[in-house]
């Protein structure tokens, strides 16, 4: 079974520039997950979509973030303008029926100079 | 905000040994899970243990969970190198499913 997948992997900006993410998710997995990781903590979750609809996005900062699904399957998420504090690990996650156990992908390792 | 604090933040111990790390957090839960985390292979699920019970057990893992003092343990027996990772406990409120992770404990694993 394919696992979730990101890109790109690695993504450097500068300042006020924009970025988008890409997610596709474990196939059948109707919630996904963004996180955002930043260096030494935690990761704190952003969206939370079940098929289509936002579930939560209670942490997102939507002056300057977006995410959509479109489709329910793939999602992307933008940054626009990007912030020097922005710079983190952004992880998409997707879980099953039950929707106990979520699974991560490689995530996208941002850097905004 | 962060639900859960782990403690240790850091643990080095030798191959072989069992290493032991906890997780506090701050509301009702409906479960609480232990992921880990490598360079390698990413944020991995390693066990769930639901708030109506104690203890679990998965291979060489054993949790614990005490809901009264809302804290819980992960014991790795028989460490090895391969277990060097950071380890984050994540919490679902009661009815929910939306995971609420701490600050994790990073493991280091000597031979």
């Known amino acids: 079974e394919a696992g979730v997948a990101q890109s790109p992997r690695y993504k450097i900006i500068e300042k006020r520039q924009s970025v988008a993410f890409w997610c596709n998710p474990i196939?059948?997995?109707?919630?996904l997950y963004w996180y955002q990781q930043i260096l030494g903590q935690g990761p704190k979750l952003l969206i939370q979509f079940q098929n289509n609809g936002v579930v939560d996005d209670s942490q997102l900062p939507k002056d300057r973030f977006s995410a959509e699904r479109l489709k329910g399957v793939d999602s992307t998420l933008k940054i626009q303008p990007a912030k020097l504090e922005d710079s983190a690990v952004y992880l998409c996650a997707s879980s099953g029926p039950g929707n106990n156990e979520q699974f991560f992908g490689p995530g996208t390792r941002l850097t905004v100079l | 905000s962060q639900q859960g604090e782990e403690d240790p933040q850091a643990l080095s111990i030798q191959e072989g040994e069992n290493a032991t790390m906890n997780c506090s957090y701050k509301t009702s839960i409906n479960n609480l899970q232990w992921y880990r985390q490598n360079s390698g292979r990413g944020l991995v699920h390693l066990i769930l243990i639901r708030s109506n019970e104690r203890e679990k057990h998965s291979g060489r893992l054993r949790v614990t969970l005490d809901t009264s003092k809302k804290s819980s343990s992960l014991l790795i027996t028989a460490s090895r190198a391969a277990d060097t990772a950071s380890y984050f406990c994540a919490t679902a409120p009661g009815g929910g499913n939306k995971l609420t992770f701490g600050t994790g404990t990073q493991l280091k694993v000597e031979l």
């Open positions: 196939s059948g997995h109707a919630t």
